[in-house]
């Protein structure tokens, strides 16, 4: 092993080189002088005395005579008796200070990293020659004599400040790698190929590479259709052995009698249908007060990126899991037919909706949840509210295009059966929706029942074996008699808020009535001697005013404070109605945002309000509470109810029953405007 020389010994060595460089330059023409630099370092700047010159000359003859006999080369080559000068020293370069990362950092990464690496070699270059000359200066007196420390200072400060470039750069490239994945949703495209997607079907909704989320989706790639559907994002597997709680039966084993073992499920409105008083935020600009005009307004390219954000987001699968954990057991997706199908003219975001349907579906699957399937919007609109997609005229069985949309909903009917009737929904897919609330106090009742006829004959055709729902249209269950099969599910809406004549009751009455009233329609309706027979209550809620915002429509007011202008005489309600009918009327309590934080009296009204109609309810086929989760308006949340302890922990266990009496509640101090 060669001896390692020691510092002392190697800095002579260095000096008594210097030095012979320097006498070889000072033969030659004389150097250039160093271009300015943004250092403070004045002796970097300046070549170096004659005087200075000399005394190193005889310094570093001195030193090269002691360290001559003693200089070993590393390689154990033949020491030459005059080794060749080293090339002259290059000037010292100026060293820009590095710009700020830009936007285009990230574009270009792979080059900023190739300049950064140069800048900062840049800075690392310190000649002998220039270590030498501010060592001089300050020998001779000639110089600052904190020269060199302010030299050393900047260049430990230019080191920093390279290394913070570097980390800079290091988060924006971090940064848009989570960007791209955010845009993927996630990690499943790790390790895919975005060429398996043919290029026509790029940035389509079939592919995975344009999804807000690719969270349980299936994203390889396929064509593959049931019924001119796409299975796309669905995996080819499923299990149907879980249970929403141990007061039901698994999936895989047969539910029962309906009327020994009532549905107790909840509403997933708002989500792939749009319904303003749920997500007001999604309505704040002028011009959009349903679906329709959003779409319209936000034009094709930001609508379809602002609903599948909401899609991706509003909903999740800990929705689900918390339904069952609540002690519910089925659950009611409306979506609307744009899912399927778009026509000339229509502004809808096409299809992104049906893949969060079907992944909607298999959540619940996996938390042993059934499934009611809602068709909540159809062409041309069936009662021309904004749920149904577009507010205003009804477009559907009515007008000029009236059935030319009956035949486009019984072809999307087609279309929707025959996805679903494969085996794989037939033990998760328990009620099949025909139509929501078609408006039959409008339309012609016998243009309704026919067209009811052949949607039911379609889905039956095409092998769906769950129970397939129709809606009471508003018109009175005793006149469903005999109207349809039997073995259909009749649909009723129970609200008291939206008929000016009972939105007046006091507390105790909504309460009385919700045991009464409701129970004794329930007899009616389940009655085939009186009414079609099995009935279910799909929809209800904790609302005892309409106040809540947006529900009635967007700015149109509300009928508790008599401000209701519908545009129409008929139907706008513009005097107070609520109990007390007069100024004092007012929506600011019932608007609270968090029902916690309501009065006492009053959420125990709401409570045993909620569980007389579960009760009435019951004495059907099953319930569905409307709606699961709302942005602001937590008397139609059931998941803020139990939050705030106005609903019972399971729905299954409660403690109010209409047995029971139903107390006085203005006795305890709650008054009738609350």
């Known amino acids: 092993m060669p001896r390692k020389e020691s510092a002392a010994q190697g800095n002579r060595r260095r000096q008594g080189a210097e030095a012979s460089k320097k006498n070889t330059q000072r033969a030659r023409k004389k150097p250039p002088q160093p271009p300015p630099t943004k250092s403070n370092d004045s002796s970097a700047e300046r070549a170096l005395s004659a005087a200075a010159l000399a005394q190193l000359d005889r310094e570093n003859a001195r030193n090269s005579r002691k360290v001559q006999g003693r200089k070993r080369p590393a390689k154990r080559q033949p020491e030459a008796p005059h080794p060749p000068p080293p090339p002259p020293p290059q000037p010292r370069p100026s060293i820009p200070r590095p710009p700020p990362p830009s936007p285009k950092a990230t574009k270009h990464r792979h080059d900023v990293h190739h300049r950064v690496g140069k800048k900062h070699k840049a800075k690392r270059v310190a000649s002998g020659a220039a270590m030498e000359e501010g060592r001089a200066k300050r020998l001779l007196g000639d110089g600052s004599e904190d020269s060199f420390e302010k030299f050393d200072s900047h260049r430990r400060r230019r080191i920093l400040l390279g290394c913070s470039v570097v980390v800079v750069i290091v988060i924006i490239i971090v940064a848009v790698v989570v960007s791209k994945n955010k845009a993927g949703g996630d990690s499943g495209l790790d390790g895919k190929d975005r060429d398996s997607i043919p290029a026509q079907r790029r940035n389509t909704y079939l592919d995975p590479w344009s999804w807000q989320t690719t969270t349980d989706f299936n994203v390889t790639f396929t064509e593959d259709t049931v019924g001119d559907l796409p299975v796309m994002g669905l995996f080819t597997e499923w299990d149907d052995s879980a249970r929403a709680n141990d007061q039901v039966p698994p999936l895989n084993e047969a539910w029962g009698s309906y009327g020994k073992r009532p549905a107790r499920g909840v509403n997933l409105g708002g989500w792939l249908t749009l319904e303003p008083f749920i997500t007001p935020s999604l309505f704040r600009q002028d011009g959009i007060v349903d679906e329709w005009s959003l779409c319209r307004r936000l034009g094709s390219s930001t609508a379809g990126k602002t609903l599948e954000e909401h899609y991706a987001t509003f909903v999740t699968e800990d929705t689900f899991k918390a339904m069952a954990a609540a002690g519910l057991d089925h659950v009611r997706i409306p979506f609307s037919y744009w899912a399927v199908e778009v026509y000339d003219g229509d502004p809808y975001v096409f299809r992104t909706s049906w893949r969060y349907l079907l992944r909607g579906i298999e959540w619940a699957r996996r938390h042993g949840l059934r499934v009611n399937l809602d068709l909540h919007g159809l062409p041309g609109s069936q009662n021309g509210w904004n749920h149904s997609g577009r507010s205003g005229a009804i477009g559907w069985l009515n007008g000029t295009d009236g059935a030319l949309n009956g035949r486009r909903s019984l072809e999307i009917h087609d279309r929707l059966s025959r996805f679903f009737a494969q085996a794989r929904y037939r033990n998760v897919i328990t009620h099949y929706g025909l139509v929501n609330e078609p408006k039959m106090t409008f339309l012609a009742v016998n243009d309704v029942v026919s067209w009811t006829r052949s949607a039911y004959e379609t889905v039956r055709r095409n092998g769906v074996g769950a129970l397939v729902v129709f809606g009471d249209g ?58 079609h027979g099995p009935t279910v209550f799909a929809e209800w809620s904790q609302a005892d005013t309409d106040c809540a915002r947006f529900l009635t429509g967007v700015g149109w007011g509300n009928r508790w404070e008599g401000t209701y202008d519908s545009g129409d005489k008929s139907t706008s309600v513009l005097t107070p109605r609520c109990p007390a009918r007069d100024a004092s009327c007012s929506c600011a309590a019932a608007n609270e945002a968090d029902a916690s934080r309501m009065a006492a009296p009053y959420r125990r009204f709401l409570q045993l309000f909620a569980e007389a109609q579960m009760h009435s309810f019951e004495r059907g086929w099953g319930w569905w509470y409307w709606t699961w989760k709302t942005e602001s308006a937590p008397l139609w949340s059931y998941e803020a109810g139990l939050r705030a302890g106005i609903l019972p922990r399971l729905a299954y266990r409660r403690d109010f029953n209409c047995d029971s009496d139903v107390p006085d509640f203005a006795h305890d101090g709650l008054p009738e405007t609350y």
């Open 474 to 531: 508003f018109m009175g269950l005793e006149k469903w008699k005999g109207l349809m099969p039997s073995d259909m599910l009749l649909d009723v809406h129970q609200y008291l808020i939206f008929n000016e004549n009972q939105i007046d009751f006091s507390h105790q009455r909504k309460v009385q009535y919700a045991c009464s009233g409701w129970t004794q329609q329930a007899d009616l309706s389940m009655d085939p001697n009186r009414g």
